[in-house]
Each structure stands twice: as structure tokens, then as C-alpha cells.
């Protein structure tokens, strides 16, 4: 019997499945779909399967959470810091991949303390490494990066485009790109800043 361990946190009980029972359902999927698992193309496929899980849902493990960096902000500066980047991630509605490219800015606090800019990227890997919804995905970047600043940061702001597999694969097969963004503080005050922002995206 496998035991249960009650995530007091969230109120939900989390069953870990042993490596035996994960191979087992994926050969299940396979026999659902039509396909013979015995087959020689196929034999490995179950354990590739789960060594793939462990890497592009790391955002799962705690332990795999990256450090961020953050330094004094000794020049005081309060300029847009911007940077920008691929990602990938898969919806959590069908498993299926999405990705595409993010544009991030942040203003500093004075007094504050400044983000090591190439940590951006490990953030939003790790966060991308989940099964995810766009919109929850740009601001669960922004909520961990606002953190590591203590939330002290002046405002942040993201725009995330997406290609959606399960919209250009299936169904409508409309070209599914879809574009959230998320602002807080001074970006969501402030419209110049917004516009800023904007054509520092239209730049690239
Ligand atoms: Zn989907």
C-alpha cells in the first residue's frame, strides 16, 4: 500500500508513485492510443519518458530552485533594467508543450537592492518547468523575482508570447499564439512606463 502524505499546506494528500507504477500507466497510455509497447521503437520509450519529467518539471523539486543573486543598489539607480529570453513550458491542460519568448524590465529601489540579471533566466526556467497556465506562469516569475528583493523593487513588468502546441496540433488548429503580460507597482501606475517598456520590446 502506498502511503499517503497529507500536504498540510494546501489541504491536498500527495501520493508519490514508485518508478514501477509510473513505467506501468505509461505503457497503459500507449495500449489506450493503439500502440504495442512491446515493440522495439517502443521499449525504452516509458523510461526515457521519466529521466525527460525529471528535467523539464524540475519546478516541482524545492531543492532545484535556483539561488537569485541580488546585489546593494550602491548607484542608486532607479533605470528600467530589461531583459528578455526564450522559454518553454507545458499547459496544464492537455500536457502539451507552449513556449515562446519573454520580455522582463524591473525599476529598483534606491535604497534598495539589485537583481543579478542573468538569474532572470533560471526563473523563469524553473517556473516554466510545471504544468502551467501563461498567465499564471508570467506572474509566478515576477512574484519569486519581487521576493528575492524583498518586494521592495519600485515595479516590475512581463510580457510572455506563446505558441500553444494543443491550439496548432489539435482541434481549431488556429495558429495559437497567444500574449499575456503582468505589471505591478510604478509599471501599472504608469502608463509612459508601460509605453517604455513597449518599445524597448518592439527594439528587439
Ligand atoms: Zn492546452
Known sequence: MESITPNTQDNKCTVKPSEQEILNAIRTMMLAIGEDPDREGLQNTPDRIIRMWQEIFRGYDATKKPRITTFKNSAHSTEMVFDCGEYYSMCEHHILPFFGKYYFAYIPSAEGRIL???????????????????????????????????????GFAIVMKGKHMCKTMRGVKNKGDMTVSYFTGCFKKNRQLRNEFFQMINMQ
Open 116 to 154: 543579478g540579471i542573468s538569474k532572470i533566466a533560471r526563473v523563469v526556467g524553473y517556473c516554466a518547468a510545471r504544468l502551467q497556465l501563461q498567465e499564471r506562469l508570467a506572474r509566478e516569475i515576477i512574484d519569486m523575482l519581487s521576493a528575492a528583493l524583498d518586494d521592495k523593487a519600485e
